[in-house]
Nanobody, 124 residues
Framework: QVQLVESGGGLVQAGGSLRLSCAVS????????MGWFRQAPGKEREFVAA????????YYADSVKGRFTISRDNAKNTVYLQMNSLKPEDTAVYYC?????????????????WGQGTQVTVSS
């Protein structure tokens, strides 16, 4: 049974920072790409950031490039999303996702495993 559990969400003022964590259990974490997606109220879920199996390759949505950083610690089976310079438009439920592929994945159907989501709210 594969489980992804996110943590670190919360309420922050615009310009602030948050660090999301996603702990993975039940699979060989270090062999597969991981990603973060988000869904704002009334909108479809969208890609935020992705990282390959080793952590050596990352990719970001244009809306977060330069502000967010994805990383992973394969020894701890955990992937992180450091979010800086947060904006009200970053408000959403953030989901961690696990792929069945090793390389960076931006296409949502390439992710098989999903966490329950964590709420991030940025006030203006």
């Amino acid at each position: 049974q594969v489980q992804l559990v996110e943590s670190g969400g919360g309420l922050v003022q615009a310009g602030g920072s948050l660090r999301l964590s996603c702990a993975v259990s039940g699979r060989t974490f270090s062999s597969y790409a991981m990603g973060w997606f988000r869904q704002a109220p009334g909108k479809e879920r969208e890609f935020v950031a992705a990282i390959n199996w080793s952590g050596g390759n990352t990719y970001y949505a244009d809306s977060v490039k330069g502000r967010f950083t994805i990383s992973r610690d394969n020894a701890k089976n955990t992937v992180y999303l450091q979010m800086n310079s947060l904006k009200p438009e970053d408000t959403a439920v953030y989901y961690c996702a696990g792929s069945r592929l090793a390389g960076v994945q931006t296409y949502e159907p390439n992710y098989k495993y999903w966490g329950q989501g964590t709420q991030v709210t940025v006030s203006s």
